[in-house]
């Protein structure tokens, strides 16, 4: 079976990543040659990408009380772990924590609506920070809410060499 060759500039097919990887696909496909050079695109691809772990994810939280952990590896040879956290609290606190395999305690920060009066108001915060070369093994991003109504985001790189 045979695929169409596409032009780069053709109309037929939508604009950007979608387009070019159609392109890409279809004419990489059609011997036994043109799979060889799709199979090494690939792979120089995914080497590419390879270099760097990255978790990432958002919290929405509504009269919430949680103690979440989130356990992430570090492997032997890792250039540095990064992250980065910015959050929104309209009512209760929230504590974040980041833990190496030592459980020592690397970072992090408190927000707390309750005001000095008795009162409450909204709190926001960001904080990012590197470690580098990190200490080898199972590290712990934590959040700890306590009737906390907001959103809390945040992303978590692990550099290797």
Request: hydrophobic residues 30%; positive net charge; aromatic residues 10%.
């Amino acid at each position: 079976m045979t695929f169409p060759q596409i032009h780069p500039h053709s109309t037929h097919y939508p604009p950007g990543k979608i387009r070019f990887g159609c392109i890409v696909f279809q004419n990489f496909t059609g011997n036994l040659e043109n799979m060889k050079k799709l199979l090494f695109f690939l792979l120089i691809l995914g080497a590419v990408q390879a270099k760097a772990q990255q978790i990432k994810g958002s919290i929405d939280l509504k009269d919430s009380t949680i103690n979440r952990t989130i356990p992430f590896e570090v492997a032997a040879g890792s250039k540095s772990v990064k992250y980065h956290v910015k959050v929104y609290v309209a009512t209760g606190s929230l504590t974040i924590t980041m833990t190496d395999p030592h459980n020592k305690k690397s970072g992090g920060f408190t927000l707390d609506t309750r005001t000095r009066d008795g009162g409450t108001e909204p709190s926001k915060g960001e904080l990012g920070d590197s470690y580098g070369p990190p200490v080898t093994g199972t590290w712990k991003f934590n959040i700890k809410t306590e009737n906390a109504t907001g959103k809390i985001s945040y992303q978590i790189d692990i550099i290797r060499p």
